[in-house]
């Protein structure tokens, strides 16, 4: 996580030192052509580095499909801003870093100003020093870590960040003072950075005792970190996890029964994930990001309108694309091919993306947005979300980066 309260990464520099990137770099693995015109004078190219493949593929795939579908609702169909083509490539990070930098050092080899995508935090972190290193503009992802805000001019992002994530579950909490919080999450920069800010948040804001149980992310059994969880005999337990072993840890979190002894908050993941909670679905208080029933703005009925249409319901990370293509779109609208008029057009832009009011603060470029909780409702196998509560993005507005 970021700076004050939250900590950086300190391995963000290792992979990023001496990558600077030059034009006779090679071709992007497993890159493929994506939409808009072709060499056209005046186009603006757009490098899309999401994880096709991978721990997180799901989410990289969410996120390549609401950019489709906020370009579209951003240009009007047209896949131009003012007559200027966007060129937009996609390539696979693969959920790797090193893969990732190979990718981005290609694109940007080749003439590439903007560069979006990452959705894990461990490659966005590792993207950012390009984007000052070389002067494009970069827009994060669904990365969450908190170390993307403020690390640099030329880096932004189009999703949260954790700090809101835990602002949002410390409304769902009574009086912390003086109880326990375990943080059950993976242990890699997403999983570190919601343990730094809950230390932050729930820990120095609120007086509780943070006690983190981290899992390798490589693991597959959890029985042993589940029996931790249950041994510390919390008050609450903070679940923050992602990817394809998140059925795998509810499970066992179940058999261990944590549910029967403490309260658990943890975020509203994508659909795929809601039967994996179990009977245990309708114990759980959510926080979220996005979920479609959760607004009813125009971008938001633009998306899900256009997911529809191509066979997709609506889910998590679509709305980090969609914001993404938002950010795309103001920022050539204004800045032309101009990286550095590109970063002052989205420096205070204030916009209405599918969660409702945005902006993007000046002095980091955190994005200042709402969120939600939520409760899920029905039977397995129809599990659905239903909004609790929408928070003002002034109140969970991380603190100032720098």
Known sequence: MPQSPIVTSGRIGVVAAGLALVASACAAEDSTAGSGAEG?????????????SGLLSAYGKQFKEGFEAGIDYATDGTGEVDGRALEIEYADDG????????????????GTQIITGPVSSGVAVQVAPLAEQNQFLYISGA??????????????????QTYQDVMTSASLVGDLEGKKVVVFAQDYEFGQANVAAVEAVLGEGQGAEVVPVLSPVETSDFTPFARQVVDEQPDLVFVA????????????????????????????????SFDSFGPAAQKIDFLSHYFAEASDTEANQALVAYLEEEGVEADIFHNDGFVAAQMVVQAVAEGGED??????ALEGWEFTGPKGEQQVREDDHALIQP???????????????????TLDPADIAPPTAG
Not at 143 to 160: E, H, P
Not at 244 to 264: H, I, K, P, R, Y
Not at 339 to 344: T, Y
């Open 40 to 52: 056209g004078e005046g186009a603006v190219k757009v490098g899309v580095v999401t994880s096709q």
């Open 95 to 110: 959920t790797d870093p090193a893969k990732a930098t190979a990718a981005v050092t290609s694109m940007v080899g080749d």
């Open 143 to 160: 990365a969450a870590t908190d170390g993307i805000t403020g690390i640099n001019d030329y880096t932004f992002r189009s999703g949260r």
């Open 241 to 272: 996890w992602a990817g394809e072993t998140t059925n795998a840890m509810w499970q066992s979190l179940s058999q261990q029964g944590v549910f029967d002894g403490t309260t658990v908050v943890t975020g509203l993941a994508d659909r795929a």
């Open 339 to 344: 990286v550095e008029a590109m970063v002052d």
């Open 371 to 389: 969120m939600f909780t939520a409760t899920l409702s029905g039977e397995i196998g129809s599990l659905t979300p239903e909004l609790a509560d």
